[in-house]
């Protein structure tokens, strides 16, 4: 399948994106380039940029950006891919740009074959982690609040940061 900057308007395409389908050769080169450079981070995250001005549409190049973020402990530099990852998934799947305002009958989020809600929900889960990690305790258990909402049979374990909030503070012995 070849992917466009329409893939943004087309979910189908969009879904076959979040596997790595469509991503043009040089910006895959450049996301190999960056993971060989990983532990030199000006070069590595130069290389994720590339990427980026290379297929701007496409998840994959994205989802590096975020990981790289990620893993270096960057984790205000990670939140903001994961609200522009969050945006760009909801407009791909029609659903409101603010979280807060989604409801389950929005999108297929309950299903493994919908690819762009599942990443969405992925997203979420992130986003809420990240607000976690960064002390917004509040903002987690509202975002993890709404992750459940969407995804009400937990396949994506929302209820575990759940229960970190519940615990925090408390004894590994208290209930």
Known sequence: MNLDNDAVLNPAAADYACFGAGLPADAERELR????????????????????????????????????????????????????????????????????????????????????????????????????????LEAGRAVTTKLLELDPQDKLGGKVLLNVLDRMGKDDYED
């Open 33 to 136: 380039l960056a993971g060989k450079a990983y532990h030199q981070d000006s070069v590595a995250e130069a290389h994720l940029r590339n990427a980026i001005n290379l297929a701007p549409w496409h998840v994959a190049v994205h989802i590096g950006l975020y990981r790289f973020y990620f893993y270096k402990g960057r984790l205000q530099d990670a939140l903001g891919v994961a609200v522009h990852c969050l945006k760009d998934a909801a407009a791909r799947i029609g659903v409101s740009g603010d979280w807060r305002e989604v409801r389950a009958q929005d999108a297929e989020f309950g299903s493994y074959d919908a690819v762009m809600p599942r990443f969405y929900l992925f997203t979420l889960k992130a986003y809420a982690y990240l607000h976690m990690r960064l002390g917004d």
